[in-house]
């Protein structure tokens, strides 16, 4: 167990939707990032918050939109659905501060199925 | 940015074997780790290695940054070592550039 919770596991809905992933950090992380791991893509690197404000972006659509709660969580909104969005959504956390060791721990991750 | 390549894309063992999985990184690093998932889609730390060796196990990883590449190295796999084995590493930034992964599958 790393220490990260995402909630929900699976997740199943149709185009057009809109959905909302959230995940936990471990205990004493200030940074949380968001990955995606698609057949075609590979794993890619989404967003990263740290203490609540956007620290770096990658390859995220317009149509995704993440943010980082005063309790640190962190949630990944996702709308406009599209069949090539079905993914399956990492969330991990590191320390995020500058001359330690950042070390990220992965949750378990949430299934997401576009119909 | 950073390119990370994996080598190599497959392989197959006969339990009990050693192998060796090779990530290339094309620019210094100061982050750099390698991860197994397994058939369940579980991303499992096994070390966080920047630069020098660490052993757990019968896992040991090496990096030689000076020259961009980290070596995870298995002995005497077992079929719970099945999955794929991916090194990511960052430039620069906390964010991860994963390579595309080895999958190993290690036979009864």
């Known amino acids: 167990d790393s220490g990260v919770t995402q909630t929900p596991k699976h997740l199943i809905t149709a185009t057009g939707q809109r959905v909302t992933l959230r995940c936990s950090p471990r205990s004493g992380d200030l940074s949380v990032y968001w990955y995606q791991q698609s057949l075609d893509q590979g794993l890619q690197f989404l967003i990263q918050y740290y203490n609540g404000e956007e620290r770096a972006k990658g390859n995220i659509l317009e149509r995704f939109s993440a943010q980082q709660f005063p309790d640190l969580h962190s949630e990944l909104n996702l709308s406009s659905l599209e069949l090539g969005d079905s993914a399956l959504y990492f969330c991990?956390?590191?320390?995020?501060?500058?001359?330690?060791?950042?070390?990220?721990?992965f949750g378990p991750g949430t299934r997401l199925t576009v119909l | 940015g950073i390119q990370v390549e994996q080598s190599p894309p497959d392989l197959i063992l006969q339990e009990g074997a050693n192998s060796t999985l090779r990530c290339n990184f094309s620019?210094?690093?100061?982050?750099l780790q390698w991860f197994h998932q397994n058939p369940w889609g579980q991303l499992i730390n096994l070390f966080y290695i920047p630069s020098g060796t660490k052993q757990n196990g019968r896992l040991s990883a090496t990096t030689v940054a000076t020259e961009r590449y980290s070596l995870l190295y298995i002995s005497s796999s077992q079929t719970t070592d099945s999955g794929v084995y991916f090194c990511?590493?960052?430039?620069?930034?906390?964010?991860?550039?994963f390579g595309t992964g080895t999958r190993l599958k290690v036979l009864a």
């Open positions: 991990a956390s590191s320390v995020g501060l500058a001359g330690v060791v950042n070390e990220q721990f």
């Open positions: 620019d210094s690093v100061n982050n």
């Open positions: 990511a590493a960052s430039s620069g930034t906390y964010k991860y550039i």
